[in-house]
Each structure stands twice: as C-alpha cells, then as structure tokens.
C-alpha cells in the first residue's frame, strides 16, 4: 500500500509524532521527520534505517525553515504523499489571574497556528502533484471551551484551518484530515499540570493517522476525535 510513499511530519522528534513516524514507517512510507530537537531526529532516523528516514531541523515559526524542509524532503525523495502538520505546544494562557507572559502567547499562536497554516501553504504545491493526504493535529479542546484559554482558542483556529483547507483542495484530489486527541501522555505535559483523567498512549493517536492515511483514495476521513475512555470532556 505504502510503498515508496513519503510522508513529512513536523514535531517529529517526540511523543505523537515519533509514534506516527514509527508507525507509518512500519507501513512502509519513508519518511521526512522535522523538528527543532536534532539529536532526537537523528537517532529517530538511525532507529527508522536512514535510507527511508531524513532528520531535518525545523523551526515551525519560521517560514524559510519551513520552505528548507520540503526543498530537502522532495530532493531527497522526489515527492511527499503524506503531510502531518503536528508541531503544537502549551504553555500557561489564562486570560485572567498570574503574570503576564506576553512571549508565551506569542510563541504557542506563532507555532500552534502561523506554524500549522505555513505547513500546509509550503506543502499542498507537492500534495496535488501526488493527489496526497493532509493532516494536522487539533485537539478535543479544539471543539470545547478549556481553562487553558489561548491554547484552546489556538486549537480552534486550527479546527477553522482545517475545514478552510479541505474546501480550497475538493477539486485536487489531495485529502484533509483534523486529528483531535484528549489527553495523551507525551512530554506536552512536562511543564503542565495534567487534569487527572485517563490518558491515551502516543500510538493510540498514530493509529488513527494510519487509519486516514489507509483509506481507499475516494474516502476523505475529515475529523478524527480520539479520548481516552473515561475523559469526561
């Protein structure tokens, strides 16, 4: 099925978007990983066999970093089927009560949103070309009111991006699909504080990419929400 198929994934270098890269890379899509934490890359890559895995720096805020990424991915392989734009972070965004962290904010909308809109604005040229399949990571609070306030607005905005996306590529061929995870235990929560319900492992929610991704090319999975059993919200 995934034979000689690539596939790019920003935030590879941990938690939902290793488990992706492992997981699609088991199915047998090379694979471009991208993010920030090179060290991690590279050993992702040693790990994935370096002939079907490319370790590339990314900045996600930064648009010619970004532009960097897919020159490479398609030098390398010679065209990208699959797009995951998965980088995102959290970090304290109450409107209201504690310090003013106006640097915080700043950064999680630049990658949250400025950072998922490049991907797929860099991307969609090469995706046509392939009648390829992109991907971003919502999440469930996305679709609800949370007490993290910017963080959740930022995951709304990437509802709106999603559906925005999938109208503009209907007559393209290339297929979009929003994944909304609850709550999954990666280093996302290394410096917040988890709300104390079930969690998902970072490959339950790399099942669901491959399950888009498998698909028939006629079927279009739009939205994926995926909680833990048991979260409440």
Same mark, same amino acid.
């Given at each position: 099925?995934?034979?000689?198929?690539?596939?790019?994934?920003?935030?590879?270098?941990?938690?939902?978007?290793?488990?992706?890269?492992?997981?699609?890379?088991?199915?047998?899509?090379?694979v471009?990983?991208?993010?920030?934490?090179?060290?991690?890359?590279?050993?992702?890559?040693?790990?994935?066999?370096?002939?079907?895995?490319?370790?590339?720096?990314?900045?996600?805020? /930064? !648009?010619?970093?970004?532009?960097?990424?897919?020159?490479?991915?398609?030098?390398?392989f010679?065209?990208? /089927?699959?797009?995951?734009?998965?980088?995102?972070?959290?970090?304290?965004?109450?409107?209201?009560?504690?310090?003013?962290k106006?640097?915080? !904010?700043?950064?999680?909308?630049?990658?949250?949103?400025?950072?998922? *809109? *490049?991907?797929?604005?860099?991307?969609?040229?090469?995706?046509?070309?392939?009648?390829?399949?992109?991907?971003?990571?919502?999440?469930?609070?996305?679709?609800?009111?949370?007490?993290?306030n910017?963080?959740?607005?930022?995951? !709304?905005?990437?509802?709106?991006?999603?559906?925005?996306?999938?109208?503009?590529?209907?007559?393209?061929?290339?297929?979009?699909?929003?994944?909304?995870?609850?709550?999954? /235990?990666?280093p996302?929560w290394?410096?917040?504080?988890?709300?104390?319900?079930?969690?998902?492992?970072?490959?339950?929610?790399?099942?669901?990419?491959?399950?888009?991704?498998?698909?028939?090319?006629h079927? /279009?999975?739009?939205?994926?929400?995926?909680?833990?059993a048991?979260?409440?919200?």
């Open positions: 099925m995934s034979e000689n198929k690539v596939i790019l994934i920003t935030g590879a270098s941990s938690g939902i978007g290793m488990a992706t890269a492992r997981l699609t890379a088991k199915a047998g899509y090379r471009a990983l991208a993010a920030r934490s090179t060290i991690k890359l590279n050993d992702l890559a040693c790990e994935l066999g370096e002939e079907n895995a490319l370790a590339l720096y990314c900045d996600v805020t /930064d !648009w010619t970093s970004q532009q960097r990424v897919v020159e490479k991915t398609l030098e390398r010679g065209r990208i /089927d699959a797009v995951f734009a998965n980088a995102g972070l959290s970090k304290g965004s109450p409107f209201f009560g504690g310090s003013d106006p640097e915080e !904010w700043k950064e999680m909308v630049l990658v949250n949103v400025f950072g998922a *809109a *490049a991907t797929a604005r860099l991307t969609l040229p090469a995706l046509t070309k392939t009648r390829g399949h992109f991907l971003v990571t919502g999440s469930v609070v996305g679709r609800i009111t949370s007490i993290r910017l963080y959740s607005a930022t995951k !709304w905005a990437v509802t709106g991006m999603a559906q925005a996306i999938r109208n503009e590529m209907t007559e393209t061929g290339v297929r979009v699909t929003l994944i909304e995870p609850g709550v999954v /235990d990666t996302f290394d410096h917040l504080q988890k709300p104390g319900t079930p969690e998902l492992k970072a490959e339950d929610v790399a099942r669901a990419v491959l399950y888009a991704l498998s698909q028939p090319s079927v /279009d999975v739009n939205e994926i929400v995926i909680r833990p048991g979260q409440p919200h």
